[in-house]
């Protein structure tokens, strides 16, 4: 039976027999399917590839710090396996064997003594030592020390920090020498603090060490009692807590940005010395610092007071006396607090420590 494809009166309508029918969607299935298992192959591998990089990594950051302190044999035989770990990370496509051949270049050693290295290393990670060379037990003696440094540093650092005092790698270098009579570099040791136990260094600020004396904490019992009930009158609107605090500012004070004409010339000639002390005095309440507007003169009433010191140097607080202190009272702190809540409210005042 012959069939005329381009016989349009021909029964091969709906149904019918149709030439390389269902071909290109098998094709483009496949392709589909190709192109997928790609995908998942490229995923595999990029998964290996970010272990095994991890691991190198890892192997490096291991031999880095504890290499250090050891014989000369460990020594070397560490650099050469930090020179074929990282050879490899480098270039992930690198065997070992290639990455051994090509440290051995470097390095200038035989390819079959490095191989012992990684040989040893596969079978153990530990750092092959020859023999001959190994000095008795001081590698396991300086192998036990780097083991049980993590522990002492973190024990050292937290007695120190309870007796109020700060530690740096060169105190830790000089604990380890008093104690295990071992001598390690001061960069071994900040790698092992910083990258290995992950402590962190910066700036630690004062304070006080409060003593355990009776009368202090009675002190403290005492002020807290009376704070709780002048908290209770201010919640329920019976009284205003005034808080009066004191500073100090010299009038050589200024700022050192600013806008100029002549770039050349940026000198701002300010005189010597830092000029007279001023001291502040001022109150502030949960509205903020104590003062108000006269409605009928538009006067600042406040209860800032600033006078110049007796003593240019020294603890402003001293400037503080008796005298200045009942003059601040009278003359601005009660006029500031009638006008701005009135003649009736009741003030708690708490003192600055001075």
């Not at 309440?285 to 006067?299: I, N």
Request: hydrophobic share 35%; charged share 25%; with cysteine.
């Amino acid at each position: 039976m012959n069939i005329d494809p381009g016989n349009s009166s021909g029964n091969h309508g709906r149904g019918g027999f149709r030439l390389g029918a269902g071909r290109k969607r098998k094709e483009e299935k496949s392709s589909i399917q190709i192109i997928l298992n790609e995908r998942r192959e490229q995923a595999t591998r990029r998964q290996e590839m970010s272990r095994y990089r991890a691991k190198l990594t890892q192997w490096i950051n291991e031999i880095k710090w504890s290499h250090q302190g050891i014989t000369s044999t460990y020594r070397d035989n560490a650099t050469a396996l930090l020179v074929i770990f990282n050879l490899m990370l480098e270039d992930v496509n690198l065997t070992q064997a290639e990455a051994t051949a090509k440290a051995s270049i470097y390095l200038g050693r035989g390819v079959s003594a490095l191989n012992i290295l990684m040989a040893y290393w596969n079978r153990y990670e530990e750092i092959y030592v020859e023999s001959g060379t190994r000095g008795g037990s001081a590698g396991q003696q300086s192998t036990n020390l780097f083991t049980s440094l993590p522990y002492f540093i973190i024990h050292t650092i937290m007695d120190r920090y309870a007796e109020g005092t700060t530690t740096t790698v060169k105190d830790i270098q000089q604990i380890i020498a008093d104690t295990y009579n071992q001598q390690i570099g001061y960069w071994p040791i900040y790698y092992l603090m910083h990258d290995k136990m992950k402590l962190s260094y910066g700036l630690l600020k004062d304070c006080t060490k409060l003593t355990q004396d009776p009368d202090r904490l009675k002190r403290i019992r005492q002020f807290l009692i009376k704070y709780s009930v002048a908290l209770n009158l201010e919640k329920n609107k019976e009284a205003v807590i005034c808080y009066m605090d004191e500073s100090y500012v010299n009038t050589g004070h200024h700022g050192h940005y600013g806008w100029c004409a002549n770039t050349e010339d940026r000198k701002i000639h300010t005189g010597t010395g830092i000029g007279k002390r001023l001291i502040l005095v001022h109150a502030v309440t949960s509205d903020g610092l104590l003062q108000s507007t006269d409605a009928s003169s538009d006067e600042i009433v406040s209860a800032e007071l600033i006078y110049e010191a007796k003593n240019p140097s020294g603890d402003y607080h001293c400037n503080m006396d008796g005298h200045n202190f009942r003059l601040w009272v009278n003359k601005f702190l009660f006029p500031a607090f009638e006008a701005k809540y009135g003649l009736n409210k009741r003030m708690i005042l708490v003192l600055d420590n001075a």
